[in-house]
């Protein structure tokens, strides 16, 4: 028996219940035993037949078994040693008045029956202490949990094996009435619990919820679905406004970019080209010294140059490919502005067929091709770039992957000023409800995928970069 066992046991053993009426009755059967063999002792002549020398001794395993019924293993050795201490004096009567030798056979024979009786008694008694506060916990528990499952404004429904109701809570049922024991599809078609994605829906009542399914395994084996619906209407309107203001943010830039595209192409472009021109006859006049004429053409060359590069920025900003003929025409063009550079070698690789998509997509899927192709050339330092797009059914699909140093990939929370051009491509390709991704090794490259549904919904009705009119260089 452990210490725990055991210090209560001898804590009862020197407490003894004197205020039950159980224990005075038990006291006095001994007593009224060890009456009786005095009287059988001294008065031989009711030895016989009937009582016949120890019986009265062998009769206290009555009282010492009942004391361990009652009272345990602490009442059985109590009430043993209270029956040696009366039987004392019976040692002390004379030759052949008493009988020493059979009292302690029978003594050592009632020690053995109590302590085998009252620990047996004691081990039933602490095994079924110890179920009874594990059922009391089990019942505080299963009691908390109903207090918790009733007063939780969450809707949550417990499900059979095959998607019946077997519960709800209040708020379960204020959603979808008294469902129990009809089927969940019928109650909640949108929600699925098989999959048990997390994926938010969005019910009859206008609410925004995220389902989160658990399987539980009850006391009688049998498996049970508990489902949750957590109301993420507030989180969803917020980011629904965020995802608004960054689209608007987007729209607001490409207007931009579009705008002064054109008024770069109307007027400092063709302001250069006619200086070029008005440059070129004053430097062909037969009147002009050569080193007049030489700074002539000198100066000619540079307004082309300037011109050239204003051609370009204007291209850059707002590339007229991209409204006229699409999104494979301009990326080609893309490329082919960076093989006539000094910088890396690249491959364009489209499969599948090329077609229109919306203006969106366009736009989104040449931005990301066009940052990525400039982060390279500032920062990559590579040889070698491969473009690949792929055109799918549903969607489109880009990687455009490098030979160059890489870089340590940046956390969220470490966003620097640097990264801010990861940041923004990350933000369009969300935008149009497409998936960005970056996998970069020091040393080795970098590869940005980019996924882009082919009809993403327009976040506002009126969409300014939807709405801009072609241009011509």
């Known amino acids: 028996m452990s210490s725990n066992t055991a210090r209560p046991v001898v804590q009862r053993l020197v407490a003894p219940p004197f205020a039950e009426p159980t224990f005075w009755l038990i006291q006095s059967i001994v007593i009224a035993i060890v009456i009786v063999h005095y009287f059988v002792d001294f008065d031989h002549a009711l030895t016989g037949p009937i009582l016949q020398s120890g019986i009265p001794v062998a009769t206290l395993v009555i009282p010492i078994g009942y004391a361990a019924l009652r009272y345990g293993l602490p009442g059985s050795l109590g009430t043993t040693a209270w029956s040696m201490v009366l039987w004392l004096p019976d040692l002390l009567l004379p030759h052949g008045e008493g009988h020493p030798g059979d009292d302690l056979a029978n003594f050592l024979i009632i020690i053995v029956v109590a302590v085998v009786f009252g ?21 505080a528990v299963e009691a908390n949990y109903h207090r918790l499952f009733e007063s939780t404004r969450s809707p949550i429904f417990v499900l059979d094996e095959e998607s019946r109701v077997l519960d709800a809570n209040p708020a379960a049922e204020d959603l979808v009435g008294i469902g129990k024991g009809r089927s969940l599809f019928d109650l909640l078609p949108d929600v699925d619990t098989s999959s048990a994605s997390h994926r938010v829906v969005t019910l009859a009542n206008g609410h925004d919820y995220r389902p989160d399914v658990v399987d539980i395994t009850w006391s009688d084996g049998r498996l049970r679905r508990q489902l949750s619906l957590e109301d993420v209407t507030a989180e969803r309107s917020e980011e629904r406004q965020t995802r608004l203001f960054a689209a608007h943010i987007v729209e607001v830039e490409e207007a931009q970019r579009a705008s002064l595209a054109r008024e770069i192409h109307d007027e400092p472009l063709q302001l250069f080209l006619q200086l070029a021109r008005r440059l070129e006859r004053v430097s062909s006049s037969p009147h002009l010294p050569d080193d007049v004429r030489e700074d002539l053409s000198l100066t000619r060359q540079q307004t082309l140059d300037t011109a050239a590069r204003l051609r370009t920025l204007s291209r850059d900003l707002r590339p007229p490919a991209l409204d ?63 473009v690949s797009v792929e055109f799918l059914e549903e969607e489109i699909r880009l990687m455009i992957s490098d ?61 300014a970069t939807s709405g801009v009119a072609p241009r011509t260089a």
């Open 119 to 139: 620990r047996r008694v004691e081990w039933e008694r602490t095994t079924q202490a110890e179920i009874d506060a594990a059922t009391a916990r089990a019942l």
């Open 324 to 386: 006229q003929l699409g999104l494979a025409p301009a990326l080609r063009s893309l490329v082919a502005e960076y093989d006539d550079d000094a910088g890396p070698l690249v491959h364009l690789e489209m499969t599948g067929t090329p077609r229109r998509l919306t203006s969106e997509v366009e736009l989104g899927a040449f931005r990301l091709v066009q940052e990525s192709l400039r982060n390279v050339s500032r920062h990559a330092h590579a040889r070698h770039v491969r």
């Open 403 to 463: 030979d160059g140093v890489g870089f340590q990939s940046v956390s969220p929370a470490g966003v620097s000023t640097s990264s801010l051009g990861l940041v923004g491509m990350r933000e369009r390709a969300r935008l149009l409800n497409g998936t960005f991704s970056i996998d970069s090794t020091p040393g080795v490259g970098t590869v940005v995928h980019a996924t882009l549904p082919v009809s993403a919904r327009e976040l506002h009705p009126h969409s």
